[in-house]
């Protein structure tokens, strides 16, 4: 690799450097968190939770960000809930001691990684939901000489991973039971994969599904450790989770653990829909949470009246939903100078480029009239999908000011 | 970050170690390239090129993989072409001296970045479509002290970027020549962005107008470099693009290049459907691409009969179109042994987790029974949107046995 500048040679799609001007000396598109929400959604979110007497294990997997997993634990979380062994170590690597991967361990290579974060400290959990995985897992651990420990996983019919009755979970105790290796440590659930009319009397039910289970099994004496969790939840019914845990009074016994991931940017799309839809559940729960991470891209080409062409593409940004134009700034400009985007529409995304669809007035020569190299904020849906498009995310202030560079670790 | 092992701590995904067994020692999910495959894809197109009389500048967009780069160079690539900047700097920064940059140079961080490719021996190009651009080029680069050699872009109405029209590209050729900084070096075109009710005579009348419009420049001296570029295609229709070129005999002045990117790994959606199109136009053209790029995953959870959830997401494998099972390993188990997929069918793919509706058969007691762990290779649609989630790639023989490791950029 040759040595052509004193700037990092690094892997990665933007350069990134702080200065005092608005996102100046930033190789755009890049992905920009504002401090000001982030701070918001950390602590309201941990708040909600010790409100309802839960722990908060927040998803990393959303950001896979080691500063913002900091950042969630300094607010207060219990730990870091993570989907895959990788995931796992990338965060271990980091600093977070408490792991748990709302998943299956599936492969001996997972495995391995695993019993290497045992080993080092790590105070690690996972999820069953079959004899199979069980055994194996059971047999790798002894071989290695070490325990883990389990969660059951409770699905639902059509769902996803886990059990699908009662029946099936008490079964499964008694073989974690009979694995050495393995320690049954409480019950796990996802309540994003219940489907139906009423998808809010479902996902309560399941609640109380979940805590009836975790109490048979408490009753059953099948709990192997001396406070076990039940967990569950993600960013959208949360909510329901916290209400049922702490109506069932599991906190006397069991540690309820919420695991929300999106939370700590929320979005412009699924995500805001979905906290209106707290909001109205629970009117008591004040300004709520807000969308924190935007990508920002320039006005490439206007090869035709009506048609903005962007420098932004499914490199850069989640894309469930098209992305939403916000605000607009002048290149070099202020941050105080924002520009009209009023009736701007993405139309088209392509790896590297966006169709815009422009207003009549957006071409009419004037101030705020569209230039190339104008710099368009955009909100994304969701955020998952849009932090593992970026090696590097800029944290700024109100000012646009950049105030940190984070790495991600995906 | 706390040292718990000797293997490397960095940020990936996936740990990769080479070994003798089948992908034994790879935390799964893994993308992995076939190196057979691979090898003649890349022979294949750089013979195609050459044939007709083009040079090849394989868009490195698609991979981001210097190794790929590089093998590509040594099978006789004239350039590699990419979409950004930091894109650009990238490639550089790993030994890829000719830089086409297939897009417009905008904004001043990504003019830095360019500057300092420059200044440290770059062969570099990029496009322009607009006086705007052109203006802020000419000022940036006059600024620095240095030539930037650009290429004007020829679009299509209803298109992407690119000027519309002959009488555009003339008035912005004349600008161009009116800026110091600014080299005029030829003309570029994508064929991707042309539709019609009959794309292939829209491609061609296309190709041509791309040949008249350089002959034009040519024509009234406004090319300012001995011998200029005329460059065009993707992945689906550089055999159309390839002909035009060399029917027009401009290989005799100008300098054809072609930038197909997806046929390095080929893939198994719309490029295989693509290239069956360019082998029924030109069944003279032998074997065509193999796709060589496939993502491995296991059988995570067996929950309900018919259904499989597979350790594979919207995190690890491209979903344009839903992955397709192509074979199943046991865990462990030899390259040999190969187990039927017959009938298995993707019908979800969530971030993490895909859903595989599985027929009657695949949970039969029996030598190919579906066990949980199985290892599952999955083909995408389309690569460049599976490369970008990886950070490391497998190239690996037919036996599965990971011959190397390969590091990408994005």
Known sequence: MRDVTSAPWNCDKGTIETSPDVLSGVSLPAAVIFEGSLAHNLEWMQRFATDHGARLAPHGKTTMTPALFQRQLDAGAWGITLATAPQCRAAFAHGVERLLMANQLVGEANMAIIAELIEAGADFYCVVDSVANVRHLGRYFAARGLRLQVLIELGVDGGRCGCRDQDEIMALAEMVDSEQALVLAGLEGYEGVVHGDNPEAGIRAYA??????????????????????????????YDLIAEVFHEAHLGEHFVPVLRPGCYVVHDHGIYRLA?????????????????????FAQVQSLPEPGLAVIALGKRDIGFDQLPQPLRRYREGGSADRVLSVAGWEVTKLMDQHAFVRLPEEA????????????IVAFGASHPCLTFDKWRHICLADERLNVIEVMTTCF
Chains 1, 2 share one sequence.
Do not use: F, K, Y
């Open 363 to 374: 071409s009419e020569a004037g101030n705020g009239e569209i230039r190339i190299g104008d």
């Open 208 to 237: 109380w599904h979940l805590v009836e289970a975790a109490q048979a099994l408490d009753h059953d004496g099948l709990i192997e450790v001396p406070a076990p969790l039940i967990t569950a939840s993600g960013s959208a019914w």
């Open 275 to 295: 906290q209106r839809g707290v909001l109205r559940r629970r009117p008591d729960l004040e300004r709520g949470l807000e969308p924190a991470l935007e990508v």
